[in-house]
């Protein structure tokens, strides 16, 4: 991805996940925003036209973003912290899955369990290497083995987005483990 898409892009997630007001618009009950309005919005501080959308939600590392068929609309996939529905899928999760976190949260994860803080979910990953990644955002990371296959059994609901990313509202300290099994 160019350096300026990469740019575009962070500011895109933050208008599709978090602050669509910092650009006067809003999205809808699942999470939808009007590309022209999107567009028109990002324009004024990221230079962004149609092209550079498209090229931006194809090439994303992560896929966050998708359009609708016509691509009059798009969303974030996940990772939002306003209350939207983006339809993720519920889904049995394996047996287990991995939360990278930082050291620095893991006293209060410890006492407390993983909580979905500022997002709608917890985010789980389904292999070590991701959620590494995910935890090196955080300062030194370390890694949680989730045990999902028990914690659904006991009837807690497991989602995956269209992007791959394992999510559940809460995972309760007896289902945690420190370090990967
Ligand atoms: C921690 C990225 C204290 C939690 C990634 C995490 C992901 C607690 C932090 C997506 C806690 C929240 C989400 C507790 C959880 N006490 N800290 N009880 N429970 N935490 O950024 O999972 O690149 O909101 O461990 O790839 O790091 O943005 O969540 O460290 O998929 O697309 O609170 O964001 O994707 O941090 O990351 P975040 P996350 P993007």
Redesign the pocket.
């Known amino acids: 991805m160019r350096n300026n898409d990469r740019d575009t892009s962070k500011f895109i ?1 933050l208008i599709l ?1 978090h602050k669509p007001e910092t650009i006067g618009i809003t999205l809808d009950e699942h999470g939808w925003a009007n590309v022209d309005e999107l567009i028109a919005g990002v324009n004024k501080t990221h230079l962004l036209d149609m092209a550079t959308l498209e090229r931006i939600v194809a090439e994303d590392e ?1 896929q ?1 973003y998708s359009f609708n068929d016509d691509k009059t609309l798009i969303r974030a996939n ?2 939002h912290s306003i209350l939207v529905d983006v339809e993720v899928e519920e889904v049995k999760p394996p047996e287990i899955l991995y ?4 050291e620095k ?1 893991v006293a ?2 410890d ?9 709608l979910y ?2 789980l ?1 389904g292999d070590i290497d ?1 959620a590494r ?3 090196q ?2 300062g030194k990371p370390v890694i949680y083995t989730v045990k999902s296959g028990e914690m659904y059994r006991d009837g807690s609901v497991f989602y995956r987005s269209v992007n791959g ?1 394992w999510l559940t509202k809460t995972v309760p300290i007896k289902y945690l483990e420190r370090g990967a099994l």
């Not at 939360?99 to 930082?102: F, L, V």
């Not at 006492?111 to 997002?119: A, C, N, T, V, W």
């Open positions: 997630s996940r992560k966050r996940q990772g939360h990278g976190t930082g949260f209060s994860i006492e407390q369990g993983l909580i979905p803080k500022s997002r917890v985010h990953s991701t990644k995910v935890g955002r955080h990313v």
